[in-house]
């Protein structure tokens, strides 16, 4: 069970950073952390039942949307993305005098590994679970991603 000291500071921690949501589960308990209106920390409510674990979802607080520039095209929806399962440093290659793992044209299966996710220190390859060509690279090397980002367009065969 979550400490409401525990959730504060997680709430606090979030709002220092580009990271949207936060989801974390222990002993049955799950919290959602998401930025969005300005509530009142103290004002939090907490509903466990012992028998069946709940979500739940606090809005963290966080500045005033800025402007999002649009883009210039739609992405093909026919495309397929590859998203980071977790949030940490995008790296493209095994180590930096190496070369990317893959690169916008090149051909991959289910168990290519198309990049590493850093998560606490921990190195985590990313396969591609799907078969086709990576039509193009959204990450840069040394790029903080974020949970569910897209990483890569893949067109599927």
């Not at 606090?12 to 580009?18: A, G, I, K, P």
């Not at 290519?112 to 921990?122: D, F, G, N, R, T």
Request: glycine residues 4%; contains cysteine; charged residues 25%.
């Amino acid at each position: 069970m979550f400490k409401i000291s525990e959730i504060k500071e997680l709430i606090e921690l979030l709002d220092r950073t580009s990271v949207q949501e936060l989801e974390l589960e222990e002993e049955g308990t799950r919290v959602v952390i998401r930025k969005g209106s300005r509530i009142d920390a103290s004002a939090l409510q907490f509903a466990v039942n012992a028998q069946q674990p709940q979500a739940q979802t606090v809005q963290a607080p966080s500045a005033p949307a800025a402007a999002v520039p649009a883009q210039a095209s739609a992405p093909d929806e026919s495309l397929h993305k590859i998203v980071s399962p977790m949030v940490g440093t995008f790296y493209a290659s095994p180590s930096p005098d190496a070369d990317a793992y893959v690169n916008a044209g090149s051909r991959v299966n289910e168990k290519s590994v198309v990049c590493i996710i850093e998560a606490m220190k921990l190195m985590n390859e990313l396969l591609a679970e799907v078969k086709g060509e990576i039509v193009e690279v959204l990450a840069e090397n040394g790029q903080l991603v974020e949970y569910g980002q897209p990483l890569f367009l893949v067109r599927s065969e």
